[in-house]
Structure formats: structure tokens, C-alpha cells
């Protein structure tokens, strides 16, 4: 693999196939689990909807090496979600359901959809976070990046990129893509111990480009990139960029 031209926090693992990217991210995944049912007997996940991860997540299902994962010990959140029944096909939920979920053996107490319909969907999401995760530390997410830079439903330049006092909002108006969106804020999901972004494909190379060249700054403009308010470090948490050769810029044409 050549030297990358990215230069991005964290750190950075690329793979040609994405098979084999989701190889790599099932074993983190596998691990993060097993260490955190060690420790305390239970692992908080957070995960995101799109079409990026689904097929990762039909991996977990379907192949023997992640049979592994402590699925009855662990908890699924939802990063964030679009305000629409979980009938919807844009309902995160119901892809993560259909693709993962019915099909591991995780309690179903332990598996946590967003109540988007309801009139105040943010509040009793937040509530159950605090009681059964009262220090607010996922151990791991799941994130993706749109073509604007925006991560979880956190979209450049609205306000619920803002908040510092709360987990989970509403994030509406304009400049949100429709429908509403309720989504985890910056300060959930910096605060987990390890969170991934997963980005595949050539839609996604210029957006990292522009990334690497904000956090080459020092002062990343996250109004302007969300993604770039992802900084676990500051928690002594850990950043995985996960990318395929196309989305890095690294692929080696056979």
C-alpha cells in the first residue's frame, strides 16, 4: 500500500476489498466486545442506518468468525434517526432489524430503537441512556460520513452542533435533509472508548480530502465539516477511520 495522503486523527486502516475492510471491522468489533463483557459484563454499542454498513452488518449474521460476539451481553443504540415509522424504508432501525438484530441472540430489552414519532422523541432516549449507561461512555460507534461532511445527522451549520448539555435532540430546519432527524450529540459520541467512521467509495474521496485539510489546521471548521468534530481523544477514547482504497485515494489499479 502506498504512503496515504491523508492525514486524518486517529487512526487510519484501508483495504483495497471491502470484504476485507469488513474483516478488519468485525475483529474490532469482536474485540471491543469481548474486552468490554470482561470488564463489566455488559457492552453499550451505538450503530448507524445507510447503506454503507448494511452489508457489514449481514457480514456479522453470516459469517462464522463473528459468531463470537457476546450478543446477550450487549446493548444496541441507534445514532440517529429520521422521523419517519419504523415501516419506513428510511427508518434506520428497521434496516439494522432486518439485516443484524433479528437475527443474533441479543435480548430484546437490550435492543433500543428511537421513539421518533413520538411528540418528544429526544428526552425519554436520553433517560434510558442515563440509567442503564449513567457515565455516558458507549464502548463503541458506529459512524458514517454524508457527501457534506455531516456525521450522525449532525448537518453543517445546525444547531444541534451546538449542544454541550444534552445527549440526544431533535435537529430540524432547513438546513437538516428531510425529514427531522433525532441524533446523539458531540458530546455522546466523543465520550465513547472507541468509534469508527466508515467510508467507502469514490462519492466520499473529496469530502476526506477536505477533512484532512481542516485537521491539518488545528482549528477545524466543524460548522462547516461536522466530521470533524469527532475527537474522542479528548475522553482518552480511540478514532478508526475505516476506508476502502477508492474512498482513501490509495487504489491500486491491477
Given at each position: 500500500m502506498q504512503d496515504l495522503p491523508l492525514k486524518l486523527p486517529g487512526h487510519i486502516i484501508v483495504q483495497n476489498e471491502i470484504d476485507d475492510l469488513f474483516d478488519d471491522l468485525g475483529g474490532i468489533l469482536l474485540n471491543t466486545a469481548n474486552d468490554a463483557v470482561g470488564k463489566r459484563d455488559v457492552c453499550h454499542i451505538a450503530l448507524s442506518g445507510g447503506s454503507t454498513p448494511e452489508p457489514f452488518y449481514m457480514r456479522l449474521v453470516t459469517d462464522i468468525r463473528f459468531r463470537a460476539i457476546p450478543w446477550d451481553k450487549m446493548h444496541v443504540w441507534i445514532v440517529d434517526e429520521r422521523r419517519v415509522p419504523e415501516d419506513n424504508e428510511k427508518n434506520n432501525f428497521k434496516m439494522i432489524r432486518e439485516t443484524l438484530v433479528d437475527h443474533v441472540r441479543i435480548p430484546k430489552r437490550n435492543v433500543h430503537p428511537?421513539?421518533?414519532?413520538?411528540?418528544?422523541?429526544?428526552?425519554?432516549?436520553?433517560?434510558?441512556?442515563?440509567?442503564?449507561?449513567?457515565?455516558?461512555?458507549?464502548?463503541?460507534?458506529?459512524?458514517?460520513?454524508?457527501?457534506?461532511?455531516?456525521?450522525?445527522?449532525?448537518?453543517?451549520g445546525t444547531d444541534a452542533q451546538e449542544v454541550e448539555d444534552k445527549w440526544i435532540v431533535v435537529n430540524a430546519g432547513p438546513k437538516v435533509t428531510p425529514p427531522d432527524r433525532v441524533t446523539m450529540t458531540y458530546p455522546l459520541i466523543n465520550n465513547a472508548g472507541r468509534i469508527v467512521v466508515l467510508a467507502v467509495g469514490a462519492k466520499k474521496t473529496d469530502m476526506l480530502k477536505q477533512a484532512s485539510a481542516e485537521f491539518a489546521t488545528g482549528k477545524p471548521d466543524v460548522r462547516k465539516l461536522p466530521i470533524t468534530g469527532i475527537n474522542p481523544e479528548m475522553y482518552n477514547g480511540e478514532l478508526l477511520w475505516f476506508l476502502d482504497g477508492i474512498a482513501a485515494g490509495t487504489q491500486i489499479e491491477m
Open positions: 428511537m421513539p421518533v414519532m413520538d411528540d418528544d422523541p429526544a428526552t425519554p432516549y436520553e433517560e434510558a441512556l442515563r440509567e442503564l449507561l449513567p457515565d455516558g461512555r458507549l464502548d463503541f460507534v458506529l459512524l458514517g460520513m454524508g457527501d457534506d461532511g455531516h456525521t450522525a445527522s449532525l448537518f453543517p
